[in-house]
Nanobody, 113 residues
Framework: QVQLVESGGGLVQPGGSLRLSCAAS????????MDWYRQAPGNQRELVAS?????IPNYVDSMKGRFTISRDIAKVYLQMSSLKPEDTAVYYC?????????WGQGTQVTVSS
């Protein structure tokens, strides 16, 4: 059974930082393409950042400079800094594994003073 479990979300003040983690099980993580998406209320889910099995990251232009995606042997991370209220969303971990797609349950990030 494939599981993606996100953690690290919470309430943070504008300008603050958070590090999200996603633990993967049930797949050969080293060959999975991993992404972080987010979905704000009333909006469509949008891609934030991707990382290939070799660790090469790719960012949506609007996320460059503030978000950093990384991975180790079993987790993918999203380091977020200089957070803004408009970054408030549920953040989802996604795995592309062969012809299959898997999603985590999401972790809430709220940026507010």
């Amino acid at each position: 059974q494939v599981q993606l479990v996100e953690s690290g979300g919470g309430l943070v003040q504008p300008g603050g930082s958070l590090r999200l983690s996603c633990a993967a099980s049930g797949i050969i993580f080293s060959i999975a393409y991993m992404d972080w998406y987010r979905q704000a209320p009333g909006n469509q889910r949008e891609l934030v950042a991707s990382i290939d099995p070799g660790g090469i990251p790719n960012y949506v232009d609007s996320m460059k400079g503030r978000f950093t995606i990384s991975r180790d042997i079993a987790k993918v991370y999203l380091q977020m800094s200089s957070l803004k209220p408009e970054d408030t969303a549920v953040y989802y971990c996604h795995a592309k594994y062969g012809r299959y797609d898997y999603w985590g349950q999401g972790t809430q990030v709220t940026v507010s003073s």
